[in-house]
């Protein structure tokens, strides 16, 4: 990657793809198109450090996707065998024109960690309160190598993290207390336009350090 195209908005690295117009068309409609892109980008950027590294091995799982945004930009854009994205809520949208992609309708709740392949890497986009947990505790009970989790709305903390609560605030806690579930590094990334741009970045290769 280059600095002059690290150092765009992510809209604007977003709007130089190729393939932009191809993916929009796929999963319109979205809300809050702009915040949205800037989330995936940000996500995206961590999971092209390790698709990089070994092509075509990593099968990408988009759990609590809504309308995927993420995962058919990384469809198209990395070298990742193949993708799969699930939400409990159907949506219908041009799925069939994304290759190795598929979409599927599951609550993460009902989910075995046998489900996701030994060669994986497991994002959540946005994944309010506990649901962030029960990404966390998919990816740690599964063979999953990777996870890439940006958490949204923040659920109970623990009495231990209290003291750093009062101190940090809310959503910084928790996402430390999520970083500790799962043996990850924490980052802030100031081209997400959300306040909730932290994103936790965990594998099972090696042991990751602290924020």
């Known amino acids: 990657m280059s600095k002059a195209w690290s150092k765009q908005s992510y809209i604007s690295e977003f709007l130089s793809l190729k393939s932009a117009g191809d993916i929009l068309n796929i999963v319109n409609p979205i809300a809050h198109c702009a915040k949205e892109i800037t989330e995936s980008m940000g996500v995206i950027k961590r999971l092209r ?3 990089l590294k070994e092509p075509m091995k990593y099968t990408l799982y988009d759990l609590c996707a809504g309308n995927a945004l993420t995962s058919v930009i990384a469809a198209h854009l990395l ?3 193949n993708v799969i994205a699930l939400d409990i809520r159907p949506r219908k949208r041009r799925w069939e024109d994304c290759k190795r992609f598929e979409y599927i309708f599951s609550d993460i709740y009902k989910l075995s960690p046998d489900f996701f392949a030994e060669d ?3 994002i959540g986009v946005h994944s309010c309160k506990n ?4 990404i966390i505790e998919l990816y740690n009970q599964s063979q999953a190598k990777h996870l890439v989790l940006m958490p949204c709305c923040e659920g109970s903390l623990s009495d231990q993290y209290q003291l750093v609560c009062n101190e940090m605030g809310k959503q ?3 996402c430390l207390e999520l970083q500790v579930a799962c043996n990850g590094r ?3 990334d100031q081209k997400v336009i959300s306040p909730k741009n932290y994103i936790i970045v965990a594998n099972k290769n090696k042991k990751e350090g602290c924020v």
């Open 49 to 51: 450090n390790i698709a």
């Open 79 to 81: 070298p990742v065998k």
């Open 120 to 122: 994986s890497i497991i």
């Open 131 to 134: 649901l962030a947990k029960k």
């Open 172 to 174: 910084f806690t928790w």
């Open 186 to 188: 924490m980052y802030k």
